[in-house]
Structure formats: C-alpha cells, structure tokens
C-alpha cells in the first residue's frame, strides 16, 4: 500500500473517526465502495475500484443510482398522515348529515330486501348501516360479499332506527380485498350462539362478533385504569424479566426449562423484582403474563394468564395497600361509565359498587359462612372454592357488597416473603380480594428486614440459592412496603358476567389448549 502527498483527511464512518491519507490504494477490488457527495455523506456506488475518493476529490464516477440521489426525490415523513375517510365517531357530526363523506370497513352483513339493501359495515369504534339503492351506488350488490374490506362514499344522514342514529346512501365503492371462503362463524347474530371450543378455535374470527369484541374493550378500560390510576398516585411502570433462575413462589407448580445447559423457570409472578424496585422508585406497577403449571382444569384456572401487579414502599400497614386497590376499582368504575359505556350497554353490564368495601379476617370469614350456611370447617388453613362463593353470598345479603376482603391469611399457605402478624405468628399480614365470591387478588405488607426474611427462610426449609441478589437489596435496607397482583381475566369475566375465565381470555394457554 502506498500513499500519495502528504497531505491528510479526517474519514468519518458509521463506526469510528481517523486520520487516513489523501488517497489510499486498496490492495483488492471490492464490490461496492462510499463514493464522496456534494451533500457530504458517502454514498454507495455500484462501480468497481481500487480507490476510495475523499474530500476534495473531484467525481471520477458516473452519477449515483437514482436512489443516492440528491433530496429532489426524498419523501420525509411529519407524523401520521392525515386521511378524507371518517371514523364513527367523527360521523356524529351534525354538520356532515346530507354531505358526502368516505368510510372504510369490513362488511358485517348484507340485508337484500329487493331494490333496497342495507349493508352493515363493521368498524373499529361499532357498526355503520349503509344503504344499497339499486342504480344510485355505481356497482352491482352480487359483486359486494360478507367479509369483504372496502372503502365506501355516500350521502350521510340521521336514520334513528340504524345503530348510531346515522346512514351512509351509498354512491360509491371500492373493493380493498374480498374472502375466499364463507364465514364459518354466524359472526353477525347478536349472540353468537356457538360453543367455546368452537369460539376459542376460530378466534380472531368469533370476536368479529360485536359482543364477543365488546368483552375485550372493557378489559383494555380495566387496564386503563389500573395504569391512569397508578400514575396519577406517583408510581412508575417497570418491566421484569419472565424467565428466572428461582421462583418467587417456591413450589412444584413451575414451568421449567433448559436455559443454555443452565436449569431456569418461566416466572410465576414478578414479586422479587417488584420488591427489588421499591427501593429505587419507591412505588411502581406491571401489567404482565405469569406462568402457573397447576394441573387444574376449571373454570377459572389459566396456566398463563396477566397480572396486574403493583408494589409500594413508606406503607403503615396491609391496609393501605387495601386502601389503594379500592382507590383503582372506584376510578375504573368511573372510567368504564365515562369511556366505555356502549360496551358497558351491549353487554348489559351492571357496574359493581366501590364505594365501600368490607374486610373480614380470614377465620372469622370461614364461621361467619359455617354457622349462617350449615357448613363444616374442613380446611383450617385456605378457602375452600365453596367457602369463597358463600363468603361472597354472605356479604353481598348482609352489607348489599360486591366485593369483600378477606385478611389475616395462615402463614402456612403464604409465600416466605410475607410479613408475619407480630400479634399471632401463625397469620400474615396479607388479603385476598373476592368478587361475587371469587379470588381475584391476592396482596399483603412484605418482610423489609433482611434478618427476618432469612429466619423466614430458613423456617420455610427453602435455601438461599438464586435468591442472592434479592437479599442483597434487603442487606442494604429497605423501606416497610407491600403489593399486590390481580387476575385481569378473572377481574373481566366477574365484571362482564361470564363464568369461564376463557371467554375473556384472549388466546387461553390451559391443559389442553397450546393453538391458536
């Protein structure tokens, strides 16, 4: 390699800025080279040679590719890009009523009553009922099928008896894309009439189904509120790793896998890390997939499913952590009436009250429940199914109460990190939340002593292997805190009336059940 003159040149590339000289011979050809611009960028060139051009060099190529040129055929993007077609809710403009606007959608259904037709298109926000006049829309209905996305214009008008109050005359179509194959699924009827096998087996297909879709939006306000709620109380959102060397749980229940020839589990829940956190952002939240791999196969078992878990540091006591799950149940209910109230109408949803909430210690519970129901204790230590629908039952005929807490749970079915009653150790501080007798929650206040939780350890006959790191956050202090984790799906199916935690599940990982 050889260098010609003394004079030399700053080169900056993509990885690294150094002096090189003026020109430099390569010692091979190669395919491709940055050729020098007038913009001052290096630009690729399909030319072959043995010279690499610098500043100051004059062009010695043939003009760049028409992609490398310069701006005149650059496209920049601004932001989102504005559109002419309208959405549901910009069609409730009065002004527009007798003009001509464009829509898209998919169709939902077709009503042939002769020289008249109503289309039903389906869009994100509901369903907009356009009429077919014969002669007037500018295309033949028998080319229009079930399914098909289109972009539609027409003469909009007030129409009390169609969903909305509003109708689109059609003058126009535009087919997007049309099926081929005919809808398995009576997606049209108000109530899909069909098995939950069927439903969960056909899914992205079944929840086109007005109802069906409807289930899932109140579960997106659920989460909503969970994270407005949370926000507005100072607390951060953080993400935690799903796959771990330990689980926070302890127990059989676990997922396990081979982790690059070192043994690992699918997290059960993200309670170390949350607890980790506390001590650096004092409060914060998750909404995340946990992994359980209880042979269960109930109605309301999942092998995976979301939670929606919170953590909070400078606590008094368990009860504000109570405190503040009723604050996010009072603001949802309030965010669900406000935000989703046509979905709260399509599935003739009674919201649950939230103004006040019992709480009831946990052996109190089980002889309130005994002795008003005629029912033997058999299970000294946890809620029986049985026991917490009847403790539901008992409240809701006593106090007109959806939902009850219930507290003081027996240290011996609560997790190591659990802080223990000093007043009777055989407790914890710790809760369950029931609604319409079913467990959505399950929260309490947190060993904070690095000495108590190895005793507590030690007393679990657990070891301190992978659990390192977490002890380590407790050796150097941490502040009183506590948590909680709730059960999206259980909390949305209680909320919509379902009994099967799959029907607002959207794609359900349970015993059987690994597709779609």
Same mark, same amino acid.
Request: hydrophobic share 35%; proline share 5%; aromatic share 10%.
């Given at each position: 390699?050889?260098?010609?003159?003394?004079?030399?040149?700053?080169?900056?590339?993509?990885?690294?800025?150094?002096?090189?000289?003026?020109?430099?011979?390569?010692?091979?050809?190669?395919?491709?080279?940055?050729?020098?611009?007038?913009?001052?960028?290096?630009?690729?060139?399909?030319?072959?040679?043995?010279?690499?051009?610098?500043?100051?060099?004059?062009?010695?190529?043939?003009?760049?590719?028409?992609?490398?040129?310069?701006?005149?055929?650059?496209?920049?993007?601004?932001?989102?890009?504005?559109?002419?077609?309208?959405?549901?809710?910009?069609?409730?403009?009065?002004?527009?009523?007798?003009?001509?606007?464009?829509?898209?959608?998919?169709?939902?259904?077709?009503?042939?009553?002769?020289?008249?037709?109503?289309?039903?298109?389906?869009?994100?926000?509901?369903?907009?009922?356009?009429?077919?006049?014969?002669?007037?829309?500018?295309?033949?209905?028998?080319?229009?099928?079930?399914?098909?996305?289109?972009?539609?214009?027409?003469?909009?008008?007030?129409?009390?008896?169609?969903?909305?109050?509003?109708?689109?005359?059609?003058?126009?179509?535009?087919?997007?894309?049309?099926?081929?194959?005919?809808?398995?699924?009576?997606?049209?009827?108000?109530?899909?009439?069909?098995?939950?096998?069927?439903?969960?087996?056909?899914?992205?297909?079944?929840?086109?189904?007005?109802?069906?879709?409807?289930?899932?939006?109140?579960?997106?306000?659920?989460?909503?509120?969970?994270?407005?709620?949370?926000?507005?109380?100072?607390?951060?959102?953080?993400?935690?790793?799903?796959?771990?060397?330990?689980?926070?749980?302890?127990?059989?229940?676990?997922?396990?896998?081979? !982790?690059?020839?070192?043994?690992?589990?699918?997290?059960?829940?993200?309670?170390?890390?949350?607890?980790?956190?506390?001590?650096?952002?004092?409060?914060?939240?998750?909404?995340?997939?946990?992994?359980?791999?209880?042979?269960?196969?109930?109605?309301?078992?999942?092998?995976?499913?979301?939670?929606?878990?919170?953590?909070?540091?400078?606590?008094?006591?368990?009860?504000?952590?109570?405190?503040?799950?009723?604050?996010?149940?009072?603001?949802?209910?309030?965010?669900?009436?406000?935000?989703?109230?046509?979905?709260?109408?399509?599935?003739?949803?009674?919201?649950?009250?939230?103004?006040?909430?019992?709480?009831?210690?946990?052996?109190?519970?089980?002889?309130?429940?005994?002795?008003?129901?005629?029912?033997?204790?058999?299970?000294?230590?946890?809620?029986?199914?049985?026991?917490?629908?009847?403790?539901?039952?008992?409240?809701?005929?006593?106090?007109?109460?959806?939902?009850?807490?219930?507290?003081?749970?027996?240290?011996?079915?609560?997790?190591?990190?659990?802080?223990?009653?000093?007043?009777?150790?055989?407790?914890?501080?710790?809760?369950?939340?029931? !609604?319409?007798?079913?467990?959505?929650?399950?929260?309490?206040?947190?060993?904070?002593?690095?000495?108590?939780?190895?005793?507590?350890?030690?007393?679990?006959?657990?070891?301190?292997?992978?659990?390192?790191?977490?002890?380590?956050?407790?050796?150097?202090?941490?502040?009183?805190?506590?948590?909680?984790?709730?059960?999206?799906?259980?909390?949305?199916?209680?909320?919509?009336?379902?009994?099967?935690?799959?029907?607002?599940?959207?794609?359900?990982?349970?015993?059987?059940?690994?597709?779609?």
């Amino acid at each position: 390699m050889q260098k010609r003159g003394a004079q030399f040149f700053l080169l900056k590339d993509m990885h690294s800025m150094r002096v090189v000289p003026r020109e430099i011979e390569l010692i091979r050809p190669v395919p491709e080279y940055l050729q020098y611009s007038e913009t001052g960028f290096f630009c690729a060139s399909n030319e072959r040679s043995s010279k690499l051009s610098l500043p100051g060099d004059k062009p010695t190529s043939l003009v760049p590719e028409a992609r490398f040129r310069r701006n005149e055929n650059m496209e920049f993007m601004t932001g989102v890009k504005k559109t002419d077609l309208l959405e549901l809710p910009e069609l409730q403009d009065k002004s527009l009523v007798g003009q001509t606007v464009k829509v898209n959608g998919a169709v939902h259904t077709i009503r042939d009553m002769g020289d008249v037709a109503f289309v039903v298109l389906r869009k994100r926000d509901g369903l907009l009922q356009c009429v077919y006049e014969e002669g007037k829309a500018g295309f033949d209905l028998k080319d229009l099928k079930e399914a098909a996305t289109v972009e539609m214009e027409g003469i909009l008008n007030e129409e009390e008896r169609a969903p909305g109050g509003i109708e689109l005359r059609i003058r126009g179509l535009k087919i997007l894309s049309s099926p081929c194959a005919p809808m398995p699924l009576p997606i049209a009827k108000w109530k899909l009439n069909t098995s939950l096998d069927a439903k969960l087996n056909m899914r992205s297909v079944s929840l086109r189904n007005i109802r069906e879709r409807a289930k899932f939006k109140i579960q997106e306000g659920i989460v909503k509120g969970f994270r407005d709620f949370l926000y507005e109380q100072g607390f951060t959102e953080i993400h935690t790793p799903k796959i771990g060397a330990k689980s926070a749980e302890g127990g059989a229940n676990l997922f396990k896998l081979d !982790y690059f020839h070192r043994p690992a589990v699918l997290q059960q829940s993200p309670q170390l890390y949350k607890q980790m956190m506390v001590g650096v952002f004092d409060r914060v939240f998750e909404t995340a997939p946990v992994f359980r791999a209880e042979k269960h196969n109930t109605k309301r078992h999942l092998n995976e499913y979301t939670s929606l878990d919170f953590e909070m540091g400078y606590i008094n006591g368990f009860e504000d952590i109570m405190a503040m799950e009723t604050g996010f149940l009072q603001y949802t209910m309030k965010l669900l009436e406000r935000e989703y109230a046509k979905e709260l109408k399509i599935l003739n949803i009674t919201l649950p009250k939230t103004d006040k909430i019992p709480a009831v210690r946990f052996d109190k519970a089980k002889e309130l429940v005994a002795e008003k129901y005629n029912r033997k204790i058999r299970n000294p230590f946890d809620l029986e199914p049985e026991e917490e629908t009847l403790i539901g039952q008992y409240f809701k005929e006593e106090y007109d109460a959806d939902f009850v807490f219930v507290t003081h749970y027996p240290s011996k079915k609560r997790p190591f990190y659990a802080m223990d009653d000093p007043e009777d150790a055989r407790f914890t501080l710790s809760f369950d939340l029931l !609604y319409h007798g079913l467990e959505i929650t399950t929260g309490g206040q947190r060993i904070h002593d690095y000495n108590m939780l190895v005793e507590k350890i030690a007393a679990k006959g657990m070891d301190q292997e992978g659990l390192e790191q977490y002890l380590d956050t407790f050796r150097y202090g941490m502040p009183p805190h506590g948590g909680l984790g709730i059960g999206m799906e259980r909390l949305t199916m209680k909320l919509v009336g379902e009994d099967n935690v799959r029907e607002t599940t959207l794609y359900p990982r349970d015993l059987s059940r690994l597709e779609p």
